[in-house]
């Protein structure tokens, strides 16, 4: 313009789209074998949610921003592998429950109504009654080295190795076969057992007769209703044969 002598500066701006961050991705799916159980959203080693499993084993985690998201079952080893969310997109990780268990069963001979300690790595794990059957069993056990001991005596058995799904037994003895009794019951059944054993096995050695033969003809019959006659014969009659040879 040769009229007028105006100067002008222009500025150019370079305009920057908006960044739009996501967090519409969904990860969902099921664990069968686990309802009722604590579901964790992990991303990466951070929870970042958490929700109870519904009563069909499904769960829902939504308004997720992109990153690695895995889901693992709490008070389990299950976990998903990681899976990468762009912040719209849905996973769904499918996993199931296998729950192993171990179990230990046995038997208290005498021992109905009385208190079995279940311990591993002596720390008491759990208790339980001995049932009128004298059974009891502790289940649901953890991999461990585990002992059964009955409360009030030093009967204990030995240590069993659980790898969280096998089944051990355990059987254990009342000390003294039982409750307390009266005199005569016991003279009865404890000391002229005794005497009978002793008797016939001091008779052998003296006649020169073998061992085994005279625990064979070992007559105490009458005496078979005693708990744990069976276990306890033989180990009796043998014991005082020994005995009775070494006077």
């Given at each position: 313009?040769t009229?007028?002598?105006?100067?002008?500066?222009?500025?150019?701006?370079k305009?920057?789209?908006?960044?739009?961050?996501?967090?519409?991705?969904?990860?969902?799916?099921?664990?069968?074998?686990?309802?009722?159980?604590?579901?964790?959203?992990?991303?990466?080693?951070?929870?970042?949610?958490?929700?109870?499993?519904a009563?069909?084993?499904?769960?829902?985690?939504?308004?997720?921003?992109?990153?690695?998201?895995?889901?693992?079952?709490?008070?389990?080893?299950?976990?998903?592998?990681?899976?990468?969310?762009?912040?719209?997109?849905?996973?769904r990780?499918?996993l199931?429950?296998?729950?192993?268990?171990?179990?230990?069963?046995?038997?208290?001979?005498?021992?109905?109504?009385?208190?079995v300690?279940?311990?591993?790595?002596?720390?008491?794990?759990?208790?339980?009654?001995?049932?009128?059957?004298?059974?009891?069993?502790?289940?649901?056990?953890?991999?461990?080295?585990?002992?059964?001991?009955?409360?009030?005596?030093?009967?204990?058995?030995?240590?069993?190795t659980?790898?969280?799904?096998?089944?051990?037994?355990?059987?254990?003895?009342?000390?003294?076969?039982?409750?307390?009794?009266?005199?005569?019951?016991?003279?009865?059944?404890?000391?002229?057992?005794?005497?009978?054993?002793?008797?016939?096995?001091?008779?052998?050695?003296?006649a020169?007769?073998?061992?085994?033969?005279?625990?064979?003809?070992?007559?105490?019959?009458?005496?078979?209703?005693?708990?744990?006659?069976?276990?306890?014969?033989?180990?009796?009659?043998?014991?005082?044969?020994?005995?009775?040879?070494?006077?």
């Amino acid at each position: 313009n040769t009229l007028f002598h105006h100067s002008f500066n222009v500025t150019f701006v370079k305009a920057q789209a908006a960044v739009v961050v996501y967090r519409d991705s969904v990860v969902y799916g099921v664990v069968r074998g686990a309802a009722g159980r604590t579901v964790t959203l992990l991303r990466g080693s951070e929870a970042v949610a958490q929700q109870p499993l519904a009563a069909d084993g499904t769960f829902r985690f939504a308004d997720l921003a992109a990153g690695d998201y895995a889901v693992a079952v709490e008070g389990t080893p299950l976990r998903s592998a990681p899976t990468t969310m762009d912040g719209q997109r849905q996973a769904r990780p499918d996993l199931e429950l296998i729950l192993t268990e171990s179990v230990i069963t046995g038997r208290v001979r005498n021992g109905a109504d009385r208190t079995v300690q279940l311990t591993r790595d002596a720390a008491e794990v759990a208790t339980a009654t001995v049932a009128s059957d004298e059974s009891y069993r502790f289940g649901g056990l953890a991999a461990g080295v585990y002992r059964v001991a009955l409360v009030g005596t030093q009967a204990v058995s030995d240590a069993m190795t659980l790898d969280g799904a096998n089944t051990a037994t355990a059987d254990l003895v009342v000390p003294g076969h039982g409750a307390p009794t009266p005199l005569a019951k016991a003279q009865k059944e404890t000391r002229d057992y005794l005497l009978r054993v002793r008797n016939h096995m001091k008779k052998a050695v003296d006649a020169g007769v073998d061992m085994q033969v005279a625990i064979t003809t070992l007559d105490d019959s009458d005496f078979a209703y005693l708990p744990v006659y069976p276990e306890l014969r033989g180990p009796n009659a043998n014991r005082t044969y020994l005995e009775v040879e070494a006077e």
